[in-house]
């Protein structure tokens, strides 16, 4: 089968080719007997917690497999056989599925390489197939926006915005917070019970909560292996977040961040590298771990073609999950090849406590990934952006990208 190449501003579309097996058969069972069709599949948790998801298989010769996330269609390509099983990479992410295909169900494990496993399934469905199965029609009717908590043993609890979109039972939204926001999230509101779930190869997620009126009570999170955290939230037309731009400065006494690090291919760089000076530079906190930092990066790839004729650089400084940059280098290369990304992409370090502080000492407590720093022509830090409000936020990421080009171009238009 051909591999085919398509770039879409949000969404790729790739077909992928399926390869042989690495004992040395011909053609695998993907190709003859992986149904075309609407497949619901589910993550089982360790709290005994179905994360269901749909995916989308398509072609005859030519099969394509799109993992299907809310408003978002995602390729899962690379897809390989290896000894009776079916292993299907995710994304970018240092993730994959395993799994034994029969009688058009699939059976195996999600496994976050080097970190867990949970048990996977799937099924044939049709176009009528959904998440969640709805034993009533809905009693309550949600609101556009809410004030949400989530609360935690020892802390505060987590400010978020909650926004919701309700046709019928089904429930689209996410949750907006300063760290970045939920990313997709789709469900059902079942009589007041309200589901919701979003998978996209790196988030397992499923919320459950009971709709009263105005408030959403008894709610509960689940995210990948273990985590459980109860939240709530009230109907407030007015909910909104702390300014993006007052979260994280610079250490008092500084106005400008010095750094070298290497990039993928061992070349250490640096601002005051020649390639930097007297130009507007955007410095990208992130990780090849994070959705929401592969989110802004489908947003800065381009704006970076599109602008860099006009004095702009960009670059992405990656804490890993990695201890070194041989362990790093395999992912920062896929994340460019998968992203169209022609930035340069550092390894700062390795992820863990107080590594972003260590890595980068003028730049107070970084609390997000991403963190977004704009530096001037003249090298001094202008605004400092945490967290992204990204497709999933709708008008607000809409609202972001204004603002963005506004800061943008009136960095780009003045004089040294």
């Not at 970018?92 to 029969?102: F, G, M, P, T």
């Amino acid at each position: 089968m051909k591999l085919h190449f398509y770039l879409p501003l949000i969404t790729a579309i790739l077909f992928f080719a399926c390869t042989n097996s690495e004992n040395g058969n011909n053609e695998t069972a993907l190709e003859t007997n992986f149904s075309n069709g609407i497949w619901r599949g589910t993550i089982i948790n360790d709290h005994n917690k179905e994360v269901p998801f749909l995916f989308e298989v398509t072609g005859e010769a030519e099969k394509s497999i799109f993992l299907i996330n809310g408003e978002e269609k995602l390729l899962l390509n690379e897809v390989k056989s290896k000894e009776d099983s079916l292993v299907i990479p995710m994304l970018v992410y240092d993730a994959e599925i395993v799994a034994k295909l029969e009688d058009n169900t699939l059976n195996g494990y999600y496994n976050r390489l080097g970190a867990y496993k949970l048990a996977f399934k799937a099924n044939l469905g049709n176009e009528s197939t959904t998440r969640f199965e709805v034993k009533e029609q809905p009693t309550q009717k949600l609101s556009p926006k809410y004030a949400t908590s989530f609360f935690y043993d020892n802390r505060d609890p987590k400010t978020a915005v909650g926004l919701f979109e309700q046709n019928g039972e089904k429930v689209t939204g996410t949750f907006m917070s300063e760290t970045g926001d939920y990313r997709f999230l789709e469900g059902v509101l079942d009589g007041n019970a309200l589901k919701l779930s979003a998978f996209d190869g790196s988030h397992i997620y499923r919320f459950e909560a009971t709709v009263d009126g105005d408030s959403i009570k008894d709610g509960i999170f689940w995210s990948g292996k273990s985590w459980e955290q109860k939240w709530n939230a009230q109907k407030d037309d007015n909910a909104k977040l702390r300014d993006a731009s007052t979260l994280t400065s610079l250490k008092e006494g500084y106005e400008t961040i010095e750094f070298s690090f290497p990039n993928e291919e061992g070349k250490m760089i640096s601002l005051s590298d020649d390639r930097y000076k007297g130009k507007v530079v955007i410095l990208q906190i992130l990780g090849t771990w994070c959705p929401n930092c592969m989110d802004e990066t489908k947003f800065l790839a381009p704006y970076y073609d599109k602008n860099k004729d006009k004095g702009v650089e960009i670059i992405g400084l990656a804490f890993e999950n990695a201890d070194n940059l041989e362990a790093a280098a395999p992912k920062l290369k896929r994340m460019k090849n998968k992203l169209g990304v022609n930035y340069e992409l550092l390894y700062a370090a390795k992820r863990e406590s107080g590594a972003t502080e260590k890595a980068l000492p003028a730049i107070s407590k970084v609390m997000s990934y991403p963190t977004t720093i704009f530096i001037d022509k003249k090298g001094k830090v202008r605004k400092i952006h945490t967290g992204f409000s990204g497709p999933g936020t709708g008008k607000y990421y809409e609202e972001f990208q204004e603002d963005f080009n506004l800061f943008m171009d009136k960095l780009i238009e003045e004089k040294m």
